[in-house]
Nanobody, 124 residues
Framework: VQLQASGGGLVQAGDSLTLSCAAS????????MAWFRQAPGKDREFVAA????????YYSDAVKGRFTISRDNAKITSYLQTNSLKPEDTAVYYC??????????????????WGQGTLVTVSS
């Protein structure tokens, strides 16, 4: 399984971006997916997660109300809609997938596969 993240870029504070994560295998449509991010000099942190049905979503406090995670299982792709971006959102954003049916979505260890990351830079 391979995950391909895309959609990052350089934007101004207050702008929006939509990140995409395309999977190479339809088995991922049965897996939970998530987004993490890592700013320079900081640990990788949880951003958002979605169950395989897309029905349940989870967010970090830092992005709740501004970011929306979704998925299209026909396209085996997850999306992260980022609105009202702030300079502190600047980071490399990674998508991930896990085959676990019950998992601690906020930590990295349950995730079996990771994308290569896409850089989001928010200028003030």
């Amino acid at each position: 399984v391979q995950l391909q993240a895309s959609g990052g870029g350089l934007v101004q504070a207050g702008d929006s971006l939509t990140l995409s994560c395309a999977a190479s295998d339809h088995i991922v449509s049965d897996w939970a997916m998530a987004w993490f991010r890592q700013a320079p000099g900081k640990d990788r942190e949880f951003v958002a997660a979605v169950t395989y049905t897309g029905r349940d979503t989870y967010y970090s406090d830092a992005v709740k109300g501004r970011f929306t995670i979704s998925r299209d299982n026909a396209k085996i792709t997850s999306y992260l809609q980022t609105n009202s971006l702030k300079p502190e959102d600047t980071a490399v954003y990674y998508c991930a997938a896990t085959s676990a049916s019950n998992w601690y979505y906020e930590i990295t260890s349950p995730y079996d596969y990771w994308g290569q990351g896409t850089l989001v830079t928010v200028s003030s």
